[in-house]
């Protein structure tokens, strides 16, 4: 006896979105609103197979390299504006709250003062 389907199977339909769809989800990948201290913020998640070029995190000042997952954001208020588009590590952004602003210094800049 062979085991009980949980799910009917449907004749002519796939579960599957058309494929088409399916890139374009990989492409822009999974977007919503969230609520911070600061404000609502447009985020979408990237997936590492559609992250194709290189961006600095403002987080930790930190390369997001190519194939690496990471999180896009943006003020809500602002949906179409492009320039204020933002690449985060994941783990940066849940930390942003935490954390203080990252200051940028360079190699002879002193460290304390």
């Not at 494929?19 to 404000?39: K, N, P, S």
Request: hydrophobic residues 25%.
């Amino acid at each position: 006896m062979s085991p009980r389907r949980n799910r009917p199977k449907t004749r002519g339909q796939s579960s599957e979105p058309p494929a088409d769809l399916a890139d374009d989800r990989v492409r822009r990948g999974i977007g919503g609103v969230q609520q911070y201290q600061d404000g609502e913020w447009m985020v979408r998640s990237i997936f590492g197979g559609a992250a194709v070029k290189t961006y600095r995190c403002p987080g930790c000042m930190q390369e997001i390299r190519p194939g690496v997952a990471h999180i896009v954001a943006w003020p809500a208020d602002e949906r179409g504006d492009e320039t204020d588009r933002r690449h985060w590590h994941t783990g940066c952004w849940r930390a942003r709250d935490r954390r203080g602003p990252a200051v940028e210094r360079s190699r002879n800049a002193p460290r304390y003062g």
